[in-house]
């Protein structure tokens, strides 16, 4: 049996997690991030694909690629976050669930970065957990597919 796979994105400079701005962002690498999804995701029943790009065309692309075989995104979109309307239009495009993640908690921060063009189209936003928000963002995305099964088999005749 094939698992259902579960995307996660991160945008730009998500490479240096650990090394930069620690204040901030912690001491856990991108590594950590990707470990503690992929073991949430194999408890829950599912797969992870994982990416991270500091180049937008190459998540707009991974996205193209996710519809259709993904069930959910996980996304840190990084910078990208309030500048790209072209990463929200691929996320639309995409048809999947999204739950947008942010380590930092971004409204305690620069005003900039209080605006996202993704938060709009999100199931949830998790912002200022650390490396914690991507397995709660992949415990969500699994909870609302159970439900909508529960859902669909109460209203079976």
Do not use: C
Request: no cysteine; hydrophobic share 45%.
């Amino acid at each position: 049996m094939t698992l259902p796979r579960i995307l996660v994105l991160n945008g730009p400079n998500l490479n240096m997690l650990g090394t930069r701005e620690p204040a901030h962002y912690g001491h856990a690498t991108l590594a950590d991030a990707e470990a503690l999804v992929a073991a949430t995701a194999a408890r829950l029943g599912y797969s992870v694909d994982t990416l991270q790009s500091n180049h937008e065309g190459v998540l707009i692309d991974r996205l193209h690629a996710a519809r259709g075989v993904n069930v959910g995104l996980v996304i840190n979109p990084g910078g990208l976050t309030h500048t790209s309307v072209a990463l929200r239009d691929a996320i639309t495009a995409s048809e999947l669930p999204t739950v947008e993640v942010h380590v930092s908690n971004v409204h305690a921060r620069d005003e900039f970065r209080r605006h996202s063009y993704i938060s709009g189209i999100a199931v949830a936003v998790i912002a200022g957990a650390g490396i914690a928000g991507y397995g709660f963002g992949v415990e969500i995305l699994a909870q609302r597919r159970a439900d909508a099964a529960a859902s669909a088999l109460k209203e079976q005749p």
